[in-house]
């Protein structure tokens, strides 16, 4: 099935065009047309958003997950026609379109689970005490509250799982928040085409149209006028660094500052300890130039750097990721911008006399071929731009003397969503060590494994300390994600009939 996108806006129920176009620039096949996002737009769909969280904020859970469960299934009934637009846009094979599609509607499917449970609310009851003495107590009733409306902005690197469907639109919509969500201009069709599935399910189950909006984009004074509006409480972004920060920034210098829950830049690095190392060398360079170059090193994941012990063993590993990078051919990337930005990132590298290269490659367009640099643990404590993301399947070894320096090493880290300890039981101490130092550096702490992917449950975290996200104690994927768009609301002697409908 072919979808062909009429290049418009969603705003509160209605497809509405603008003046001003800009093309897709698709991997394969035509450009398409796209309405350019305006600051009026914002301000209507702003405005409808708090309409309908008037209704939909005080909406049972069962009606909040029945409009998660038929977005699902709304998704699903497009499955083939979002797969066409997705990799025409994106270049992304279609077998991990159709696993992004099934992570979309599986934590849509799972928040409305959650919800239904009433496992967000962290109901609290402190009941009367009337004959305390010297004062009596009052009786106190605590649960957690939707927040307003919530503006979500679409990733460049994930399609579908966190653009317009995705994690944080879900997780809004789970806690009762109505959503506006600026598209990303990556993969308009793709986004236009969810949008369309979240209006069907909008209708399907009598929802107050303001309760999702969807803006394009082609002007950068929409996300700023976005974040501004009086009306949003919250936003929710994935994306880089520079650009997050900026809107972080808008946020905090508002009449009234909201949350920005931004998941910006990591490098995730991995420590190899000796014994794992001797053990297994060619095992850990395979893997780690799998997980490296793995949707051509664009996930938010992507393990960046390896920290190994100098000597034999660390040239065994590197010789094994040397060789595996060797054998991937040159794949394309999401967007003209990302292949650039990957070239430019080769470039610092090449340019520092500290790094040594091991595997080189030219990339032109928007294909990328693999790169892998090794570096001392001094050299990379002296220049702080090693310590930099570069988007793409670009690896840096980082050898260090002992286990001394290993620390000293994970300690210069700035904040990431991952880190990882490879392990045998003879490395038990030094990975003791090892671990209270870099769950201080990570949201996520990993043994024995590879980052790349992200499993959607209870226990996730994806999230850290600054520059991974901007906000430690929240993370954007898994049910606790939820929690980021509501807020505690205690209720001191209500009559029960008085009482929100999830205290009574």
């Not at 009367?128 to 106190?140: F, G, H, S, Y």
């Amino acid at each position: 099935m072919r979808y062909t996108p009429h290049g418009k806006h969603l705003i509160a129920g209605d497809w509405i065009a603008t003046e001003r176009q800009f093309p897709n620039e698709p991997a394969h096949g035509p450009a398409c047309s796209f309405s350019v996002g305006t600051v009026d737009l914002v301000h209507r769909s702003c405005a409808a958003a708090e309409d309908a969280f008037r209704s939909y904020g005080n909406a049972s859970r069962q009606t909040r997950a029945a409009l998660l469960e038929a977005i699902a299934e709304e998704i699903e009934a497009r499955a083939e026609a979002i797969t066409q637009i997705g990799s025409a846009e994106t270049g992304l094979p279609e077998a991990r379109l159709q696993g992004e599609r099934g992570r979309t509607v599986g934590q849509l499917r799972l928040f409305a689970e959650h919800i239904r449970k009433g496992d967000h609310l962290d109901r609290r009851h402190d009941a009367a005490l009337p004959d305390r003495q010297p004062l009596p107590r009052p009786d106190i009733r605590m649960v957690q509250r939707p927040i307003g409306p919530v503006a979500v902005f679409g990733a460049s690197n994930f399609p579908l799982a966190f653009s317009t469907a995705g994690g944080d639109t879900a997780a809004a919509l789970a806690a009762g928040c109505p959503v506006v969500v600026k598209g990303h201009s990556a993969h308009p069709g793709t986004g236009e085409i969810v949008a369309e599935a979240i209006h069907a399910a909008i209708a399907k189950t009598g929802t107050h149209p303001g309760t999702f909006s969807l803006i394009q984009g082609g002007d950068r004074k929409v996300g700023a006028a976005l974040v501004q509006h009086p009306l949003i409480k919250a936003v929710g972004f994935t994306g880089s660094v520079a650009g997050g920060r900026a809107l972080f920034d808008l946020c905090a210098a508002r009449p009234e500052p909201i949350p920005f829950f931004g998941e910006l830049g990591s490098v995730n690095p991995m420590f190899l300890l000796p014994h794992a190392t001797r053990a297994r060398a060619e095992d850990l360079g395979r893997g780690w130039a799998g997980s490296l170059s793995m949707g051509v090193g664009q996930f938010c994941t992507n393990p960046g750097i390896a920290v190994v012990a100098d000597g034999a063993d660390a040239d065994r590993f590197v010789a094994a990721a040397k060789a595996a990078l060797e054998a991937v051919a040159p794949q394309t990337m999401l967007t003209k911008g990302i292949a650039r930005a990957y070239r430019d990132g080769q470039a610092r590298f090449e340019t520092r006399n500290a790094v040594t290269p091991v595997l080189t490659t030219d990339s032109h367009g928007r294909a990328a071929s693999p790169n892998l640099y090794q570096t001392t643990a001094a050299a990379w404590l002296q220049d702080p731009a090693l310590g930099e993301e570069v988007f793409g399947p670009l690896g840096l070894v980082v050898r260090v003397r002992d286990l001394a320096e290993m620390l000293r090493l994970a300690r210069g880290f700035q904040g990431q969503l991952t880190a990882t300890i490879h392990m045998d039981a003879a490395d038990l101490a030094d990975a003791q060590a090892l671990r209270p130092v870099l769950e201080r550096k990570a949201g996520r702490v990993l043994v024995n494994g590879f980052p790349t992917g992200v499993e959607v449950c209870d226990a996730m975290v994806h999230g850290g300390p600054y520059p991974a996200s901007t906000n430690f104690g929240a993370t954007s994927v898994g049910t606790l994600s939820i929690r980021r768009f509501l807020r505690p609301v205690a209720y001191q002697n209500f009559p029960e009939e008085l009482l929100p409908e999830d205290l009574q």
